[in-house]
């Protein structure tokens, strides 16, 4: 027995539903059946037989032959395997190609079970295959697909309903399929028509863009189209500014006013070109009088930016600085962009990511809207590793319910009860009790700790880095040596800094390049920026965000548990402003830089600024003999003023010392030079003045010396 040479597995292009027929088929054998004729009927010779052509048929001989060997051993399996050793193991002849074959054809009695369909033809091809389904009808599968909102089955089993019914689910009627030009009958090896197996549709269902743009929205179904990248080559320090808020994964305690545990809240800037982010504030999430937590706002977003723009800076330059910001709470409205144009001359422009309600396609009903996160995808990096860095700070909330630490219900509970078992402690051993739950000043210093080793950082990998020039080179003395920067190299005079360059030329080992760190970048290019006068708050914000106050007792104070525990005093008495107790101004105090308070009259002309003072340890002794110095300073200024405007005072005091002193010395008085000079007087006048006593010669000294006239003064 030979097998063609050129035969095609059947095994490899069988259906996968051969191998699950194989039980029913063995049950078959063992019914009592007659047994099957392993032959084509000659009905079939003038059909299908003669369509398949010679080499097919012959292939169809060898396997009928091998099968009928097969059902009369007694060992199939045994069989199946010497058959495939017979024929060299032949594709479409391996022993579990056999077997599978053999109780296929047990079970439809259908010779064309065995037909290679791959070889035979389309007509002939495998339905769980690609066949050529008209092309109406694969359109009308996708858009039954998409459809369906959530699965290509549910497509499917729709599809078969209304070819079943002649109606879907809906209860609309189908006089005809699209593609087929009458209905479509089932095929004679399955309960279906030809080439709409599940499998076979699934290969034709909607691509992952078609289905997510129809059962979600554009907004979803971005990340499955072409992405549009960019890179911070050629970009400069301050030119583009990103804004976000968050809620960290912290619980906190908060013990200024309402004293329980909160979620700290968090606006941040990164500077794309450093990928820095050098301005973050916090906010405790509090409640209100309603008891709703109170999230951040667009008001706390306006103080940011303009921090960001007073205490930073702007490029004034043809590049200026764009704001990055969202739609949502980090949003910058018209009104205030407008004015942020008017006081930087137009350098600081606002984009915002667009919002799109346009319906995928018509028929779909508008969105809601929403922007693009892609928009800010760096400052979203960012705060992911924030998260990290921070995850093992105590007091954790996971990233979501179904990752909380299975701790936090009796941490919690604990936690509480040390809160009301501290109101009852007196102050000294309060400040002993500790927390389960960090408190707000300390995680506060912790995060300020995380900010700066993550600007610090130099293992990473920031997109564009190189192209950029953030790269720098190392060297040393020697492998033993620490490494050096490329400053310290520079500062060696000549000519041992040549010596070293050729030493270190011939030993690759003492050199290396190191990426700069975002903190190094960002120092390095804020020289650069501008920064927006802090008397400018009122025009960035309106008189709107000013809160009026009263001087009184030579302050000007703010109480403001959210900014901190303590009041807040601005002396104002300074250099540039003398102002009085009584006096009312418009105060305008950024949270986000509480040590400047800008004041203003009621028409919103700038007073002035004044410093916060600050409050310094009782063990802080340079910081308690500093604000001594600036005690002192103040008095004497005042004591200045004083004495300017009692100087007449001060010059009859003078004038009378040296009077008396003149005549206690014998001397011609002050008073009396003047008469002697003044032009004024008359002949008599004059020899009445040489003639006075005093003016006797020899004069008469007093009977008291220079200490008793010393002593008397």
């Known amino acids: 027995m030979t097998a063609n040479s050129h035969s095609v597995s059947l095994h490899a292009a069988a259906p996968s539903s051969l191998a699950l027929e194989i039980n029913a088929g063995r049950a078959l054998a063992r019914s009592a059946r007659p047994a099957p004729l392993f032959l084509v ?67 439809s009695g ?22 050529g389904l008209p092309s109406a009808f694969i359109e009308f599968w996708r858009k039954l697909c998409e459809d369906d909102q959530r699965t290509n089955a ?44 599940d499998k076979n549709l699934f290969r034709h269902a909607p691509d992952r863009f078609a289905l997510t743009v129809s059962r979600q929205g554009r907004a979803a179904a971005s990340d499955h189209r072409r992405r549009v990248f960019t890179s911070r080559e050629n970009l400069c320090v301050g030119q583009y500014y990103l804004f976000d808020d968050q809620e960290y994964d912290q619980r906190v305690n908060w013990l200024s006013s309402q004293r329980k545990v909160v979620r700290p809240l968090g606006l941040n800037a990164l500077d794309l070109a450093s990928a820095c982010c050098f301005a973050f504030g916090f906010k405790p999430a509090l409640e209100n009088e309603a008891g709703v937590k109170q999230k951040l706002k667009e008001r706390d977003m306006l103080w940011f930016v303009v921090n960001v723009l007073c205490s930073h800076g702007y490029r004034d330059d043809e590049h200026g600085t764009a704001l990055i910001v969202e739609h949502g709470t980090a949003a910058i409205r018209a009104d205030f962009e407008a004015r942020i144009a008017e006081a930087t001359g137009g350098r600081v422009r606002v984009e915002r990511s667009g919002i799109n309600t346009t319906p995928a396609f018509a028929g779909l009903f508008e969105s809601r809207g929403k922007g693009n996160p892609r928009f800010k995808a760096h400052i979203e990096s960012f705060f992911n590793l924030v998260r990290n860095r921070t995850a093992r700070l105590p007091a954790q909330t996971g990233k979501d319910r179904d990752h909380a630490p299975d701790e936090a219900h009796g941490l919690l509970s604990y936690n509480a009860q040390m809160l009301r078992l501290s109101d009852l402690l007196s102050p000294a051993a309060r400040e002993e009790l500790e927390f389960p739950v960090p408190v707000w000043s300390k995680w506060v210093s912790a995060m300020m700790e995380v900010y ?34 490329r400053q310290e190299f520079d500062a060696i005079p000549e000519p041992a800094r040549s010596a070293m360059a050729q030493a270190l030329a011939l030993s690759p080992a003492l050199t290396r390049p190191r990426k700069l760190s975002p903190l190094e970048v960002w120092n390095h290019g804020r020289a650069q920026l501008t920064r927006v006068p802090v008397d400018l708050m009122p025009i960035l914000l309106g008189l709107e965000f000013g ?71 009782r063990s802080d002794y340079v ?87 010393n002593s008397i003064l």
């Not at 189908?174 to 709409?196: C, F, M, N, T, V």
Request: hydrophobic content about 30%; glycine content about 6%; aromatic content about 8%.
């Open 41 to 107: 009927p000659q009905e079939d010779h003038k059909g299908d037989w003669k369509r398949i052509g010679e080499e097919q048929r012959k292939h169809v001989d060898l396997l009928l032959e091998c099968l009928r060997r097969i059902h009369r051993s007694t060992n199939k399996s045994a069989e199946c395997r010497a058959i495939a050793a017979g024929l060299q193991h032949k594709r479409g002849f391996s022993a579990t190609s056999l077997e599978n074959k053999y109780y296929a054809y047990l079970k």
């Open 110 to 131: 259908d010779w064309r079970v065995l037909i290679d369909r791959a070889k035979a033809g389309p007509s002939f091809w495998n339905t769980d295959e690609p066949s």
């Open 154 to 197: 549910g497509a499917y089993a729709e599809l078969l309903k209304i070819w079943r019914t002649k109606r879907d689910s809906q209860g609309n009627f189908y006089k005809r399929i699209p593609g087929y030009e009458e209905w479509p009958k089932a095929d004679a090896l399955s309960s279906h028509p030809r080439g709409w197996s």
């Open 452 to 485: 700066h080793l993550i600007n610090s950082r130099q293992d990473h990998n920031l997109q564009g880095w190189d192209k950029a020039g953030n790269v720098t080179s190392e060297w040393r003395l020697s492998p033993n040596h620490p490494w050096q920067s």
């Open 547 to 617: 809160v009026e106050k009263t001087v009184s007792g030579g302050y000007i104070t703010i109480e403001d548990s959210e900014i901190d525990s303590e009041p807040l005093r601005f002396p104002v008495w300074t250099d540039s402003l003398r102002l009085r107790n009584g006096e009312k101004f418009l105060t305008f105090l950024n949270p986000y830089r509480p040590d400047a308070l800008v004041l203003t009259d009621v028409k919103g002309r700038v007073v002035g600024v004044l410093d916060r003072q600050d409050v310094p340890s």
């Open 623 to 709: 910081g308690v003999e500093r604000q001594l110095g600036a005690a002192r300073h103040e008095e004497r200024e005042r004591l200045l003023e004083i004495g300017v405007r009692h100087i007449d005072k001060a010059d009859r005091k003078l004038q009378m010392h040296r009077n008396n002193l003149a005549l206690a010395r014998g001397e011609i008085t002050a008073k009396q030079r003047e008469q002697i000079s003044s032009a004024e007087l008359t002949a008599e006048d004059f020899d009445n003045v040489l003639n006075s006593p005093s003016l006797e010669a020899p004069q008469q000294k007093p009977s008291f010396n220079e200490h008793d006239i």
